[in-house]
């Protein structure tokens, strides 16, 4: 899995991004990634610790600083911020149900030239 486009820390081995403890290296494929959400689990936080090959200084100042980037929330509320930092829910409580109002822009143009459009629902 290649690396988050939101990249707050980085180190030799280790990186913290928007999903959580990235390893720096693309070849293990995101295996030993940590998400956000698991950032608290100090079991899974010891086992990746002692894999072999592992640069422990770095990892320790990784889990350091993406405790300190993401402090612990409930489920519910990581998961909502998780969608938010992904874009896929909009960040204001509540969105407008009022149609907007539709304008015909091509007055004076050649329709061949004009973009194609399509009604998005």
Same mark, same amino acid.
């Given at each position: /899995?290649?690396?988050h486009?939101?990249? @707050?820390?980085?180190? =030799?081995?280790?990186a &913290?991004?928007?999903?959580?403890?990235?390893?720096?290296?693309? %070849?293990? %494929?995101?295996?030993?990634?940590?998400?956000? !959400?698991?950032?608290?689990?100090?079991?899974?936080?010891?086992? =990746?610790?002692?894999?072999?090959? &592992?640069?422990?200084?770095? @990892?320790?100042?990784? &889990?350091?600083?993406? %405790?300190?980037? @993401?402090p612990? /929330?409930?489920?519910?509320?990581?998961?909502i !911020?998780?969608?938010?930092?992904?874009?896929?829910?909009? !960040?204001?409580?509540?969105?407008?149900?009022?149609m907007?109002? /539709? %304008?015909?822009?091509?007055?004076?143009?050649?329709?061949? @030239?004009?973009?194609?459009?399509?009604? =998005?629902?």
């Amino acid at each position: /899995m290649a690396l988050h486009r939101d990249i @707050f820390w980085i180190g =030799r081995q280790w990186a &913290v991004t928007g999903a959580g403890i990235q390893a720096v290296d693309q %070849r293990l %494929r995101g295996a030993l990634d940590i998400d956000t !959400a698991r950032l608290w689990d100090d079991g899974l936080i010891h086992d =990746r610790r002692a894999k072999a090959g &592992v640069n422990v200084e770095d @990892f320790d100042k990784a &889990v350091t600083v993406a %405790r300190d980037r @993401f402090p612990q /929330m409930p489920a519910a509320e990581l998961l909502i !911020a998780q969608l938010k930092a992904l874009g896929a829910i909009e !960040a204001s409580p509540a969105a407008s149900c009022v149609m907007p109002e /539709m %304008r015909l822009r091509a007055e004076g143009k050649l329709a061949r @030239f004009l973009p194609q459009w399509r009604v =998005r629902r």
